[in-house]
């Protein structure tokens, strides 16, 4: 009997031991596989330009480099020269007439000397109604380099020279100051206008030249 007791205790003692001996189980924690995750979602909002670095026109009212508010591009066309919309004096014997008027204008915006002319006359006709103080006219010639400046030492001159300084050398020829309904004329060697130049012919009462003014050339 002691002999099965004692058996019976060898094998449960054998059994608890196997049973100590096998581990719990342990929990996976590795995270499942992210393979199927899904992309990162775009979050640029919709209609925005992928690259807003080049832009490849201006907005209209902006400036563009380079060039000063305001300002014409530089393929603009230039204004034309001064005197060039209107019409060229006709010339006949060596010689041409024109216009001043109440409106200080002059009708012509060029004279054309025929080369073959020894002397040439200009006459001035005034068909307005205003007095000459008020609206007087002429003709002088300088070199267009001069024109400024001798403009300017004719207003000192006054109206008794026809404001044209006395002994001016720079002056070619100029004809007297006249108002409306008056005429004048003056007479010069074609020589004088041969070299140097470019030539003009402007009105030098006050004012007037920066809008009466026309080419004079020898051809």
Do not use: W
Request: charged share 15%; aromatic share 4%.
């Amino acid at each position: 009997m002691n002999t099965k007791i004692t058996f019976l205790a060898a094998a449960c003692a054998l059994a608890l031991a196997a049973c100590g001996d096998k581990s719990p189980g342990t929990t996976d924690t590795t995270p499942a596989s992210t393979a199927n995750t899904p992309a990162a979602t775009d979050t640029m909002p919709a209609g925005t330009p992928a690259d807003t670095g080049d832009v490849s026109g201006t907005a209209e009212g902006t400036t563009v480099p380079g060039t000063a508010p305001g300002a014409a591009p530089a393929d603009a066309a230039t204004p034309a020269a001064s005197g060039s919309d209107k019409p060229a004096a006709v010339v006949t014997d060596c010689a041409t007439e024109i216009e001043g008027t109440d409106a200080m204008q002059y009708n012509v915006g060029s004279i054309t000397i025929p080369a073959s002319c020894t002397e040439f006359k200009i006459t001035l006709k005034h068909p307005g109604t205003l007095p000459v103080a008020a609206m007087g006219h002429n003709v002088v010639i300088t070199a267009m380099s001069d024109m400024k400046a001798v403009a300017a030492d004719g207003v000192s001159a006054g109206l008794a020279a026809d404001y044209v300084k006395p002994g001016d050398t720079r002056v070619i020829a100029h004809t007297k100051m006249i108002g409306g309904g008056e005429s004048t004329s003056v007479s010069f060697p074609v020589s004088k206008l041969k070299s140097g130049g470019p030539y003009e012919f402007f009105c030098s009462f006050p004012g007037h030249s920066a809008v009466m003014k026309g080419v004079i050339a020898v051809e």
